[in-house]
């Protein structure tokens, strides 16, 4: 008999206001959830409605770093050519463990798929990208920073339309040396090319990182994909 995926721990920011939306975002390779909350920590004055998880990815053994062991979402064969010897077993069980918080928080916190927001930084990209394209959830938004598109060759044929219309906020550096810019625009272009809605930010001089403007510009989308419920901005309004 099968056993069912292992559960994914997560580090959670909730909801200073009524939660009535979630932000799921995954972290980079060999990072925790940890790396990324002081950015909820940030952003949920001008988000008191949502409630924020970073879910960490499982330990194990990384080929690109030589075998060693760390956080990672799937193994990394290699950079140099992305569409190439990716992981694919290792990307769907993440996927598959991912899927698990997000049907928490539809069936048992009663928050509608349409306002969670899911995405990641570099392989935590990856793994936003993967879940949300095949995913039968329709999300309210996917944001991608510093990544690039799993599985080239065969993303399109796995992909369901649920989030074909689905905003889709992309940030990468200019001078990024660990995922190239060059990655994350021919990924852009993929999914353009498939008439995916596509938001392509370029950060100039920004490496393999992120930087205030990117955060500004996330905060912004996230205000237009997961907005307050009416009462509550009207509520905003009028107190003012």
Known sequence: MASSPRLLTTLTQRAIG?????VIFMHGLGDTGAGWAPVAEDLKYHLPHVKFIFPNAPVQTVSLNFGMKMPSWYDIHSLDNI???QDEKGMLE?????MQIIREEVEVNQIPANRIAIGGFSQGCVMGLLTGLTS???????????????LHNKIMNMATDSNKKTPIFWGHGDVDQIVLYEYGKRSVELLQKHKYDVRFHTYPRMAHSSCPQE???ILSFLKEVLPPPPQE??????TA
């Open 215 to 217: 955060i500004r510009d």
């Open 136 to 150: 039968e959830y329709k999300f309210g938004g996917i944001v991608s920073l510093s990544g690039y598109i799993p």
């Open 233 to 238: 901005a009207t509520t905003s309004t009028t």
């Open 94 to 98: 993440s996927s598959q463990k991912i």
């Open 83 to 85: 569409d190439q010897d």
């Open 18 to 22: 009524k939660h009535s939306a979630t």
